[in-house]
């Protein structure tokens, strides 16, 4: 049985008290919302918080609103099921209701959050196991050791970004809003990741996620969403890949704006490039799908961070685009 490293429990009501223990404990501090990802990392010792500050009393970071100009503000500690059964999000924005309902299973649903799932650590076949394991190879430079197993030379880690919601939050030009020692700042969801796999998440120690933001359609546009993953048990695994769409359409039915999305090939979530240049301003049809699947395909080379081929991979890569093309809604 794998135990937990020991550690003391705080229990904040709001943002402000949560901030202040994770300043006061500094880097011996970690937030911890749901548990689903950092438990089973300390019981394999990728992390070890010796202060855990608890995110899920906060009332703040809940609630599903509507602001400003249509504006959606969603609180990152909602759970994953609450928003996969939200009716706004189902009716609004039916990719996230489904990348949230696509997380996991449903106990882990229950207790997953959106903050949890923005913040995610990336994901390897060499570094998500036990310590003993991990030992046993030399670990690897994400964690304790100096060498990576996937490229075998040079000092870059490729583990693979592997949460479903960013790239939908992505495509839709999503923000967050993040509070810290100095205040509350305000980054886009596509800015908040890098491409480095130790660390893809842009956040200074002792700063939270407390809100996101979906900026409304716009005047005259209609926008519509879709959501595509790959996984090897539908019922359970993280996504070898996720492919997020939002389409804007005018009143004649002509694309006005398309992105794409991919993720759980590298180390951040990808925007496609080159799909506006082949649909805005097409009408929006089927006719359009086999040009972006086969643009997103030429751009997407999955790497052996995970225990799955990379050229089986690849190849799902312009069937899951038509597939979330296909389901855009
Ligand atoms: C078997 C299994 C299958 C899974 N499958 C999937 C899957 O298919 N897709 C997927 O996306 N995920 C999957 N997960 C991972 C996880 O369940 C989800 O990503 C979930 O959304 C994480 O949220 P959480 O609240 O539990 O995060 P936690 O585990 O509490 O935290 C995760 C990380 O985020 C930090 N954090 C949490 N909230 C905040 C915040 N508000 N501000 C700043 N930092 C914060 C924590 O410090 C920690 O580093 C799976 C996990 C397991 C165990
Ligand atoms: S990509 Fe390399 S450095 Fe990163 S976790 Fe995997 S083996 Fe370790």
């Known amino acids: 049985m794998l135990r937990l490293p020991p550690y003391r429990y705080h229990r904040p009501r709001g943002v402000q008290e949560a901030l202040e223990l994770l300043a006061?404990?500094?880097?011996?501090?970690?937030?911890?919302?749901?548990g689903t990802d950092l438990i089973p990392n300390m019981k394999h010792r990728l992390f070890t918080p010796g202060e855990l500050v608890a995110l899920g009393g906060i009332e703040a970071m809940r609630g599903v609103e509507r602001g400003e100009g249509g504006e959606l503000r969603i609180g990152a500690g909602e759970t994953l099921a609450a928003l996969g059964r939200s009716a706004l999000l189902m009716g609004e924005l039916p990719a996230l209701a489904a990348a949230a309902r696509g997380v996991a299973g449903p106990q882990l649903r229950n207790r997953g959050t959106l903050g949890g799932n923005l913040c995610l650590d990336t994901r390897c076949t060499y570094y998500n196991q036990t310590a003993f394991w991990r030992e046993a190879l030399g670990y690897c430079l994400k964690k304790d050791g100096d060498v990576c197993h996937v490229t075998k030379v040079g000092a870059k880690c490729v583990a693979a970004h592997s949460a479903d919601t960013p790239p939908v939050l992505i495509a839709l030009g999503a923000g967050v809003e993040v509070a810290g020692p100095d205040g509350v700042r305000e980054v886009g969801v596509e800015e908040l990741f890098v491409a480095d796999g130790v660390r893809n998440v842009r956040l200074e120690r002792g700063e939270l996620v407390v809100r996101v933001r979906v900026p409304g359609t716009g005047e005259g546009l209609r926008r519509l969403t879709g959501y595509a993953k790959l996984r090897q048990r539908g019922s359970i695994d993280f996504p070898l890949l996720t492919v997020a769409v939002a389409v804007w359409l005018d009143e004649e039915e002509r694309v006005a704006a398309i992105r794409g999305v991919v993720t759980g090939l590298g180390s951040r979530p990808r925007v496609l490039s080159g799909w506006e240049a082949i649909a805005v301003g097409e009408p929006w049809s089927d006719q359009?799908?086999?040009?972006?699947?086969?643009?997103?395909?030429?751009?997407?080379?999955?790497?052996?961070?995970?225990?799955?081929?990379p050229d089986w991979r690849r190849a799902m890569v312009p069937v899951y685009v038509r597939r979330a093309l296909e389901g855009v809604g």
């Open 288 to 309: 359009l799908f086999p040009a972006l699947a086969e643009r997103a395909h030429a751009q997407c080379r999955p790497l052996e961070n995970m225990t799955t081929d």
């Open 24 to 34: 006061l404990h500094g880097d011996e501090a970690m937030p911890i919302a749901g």
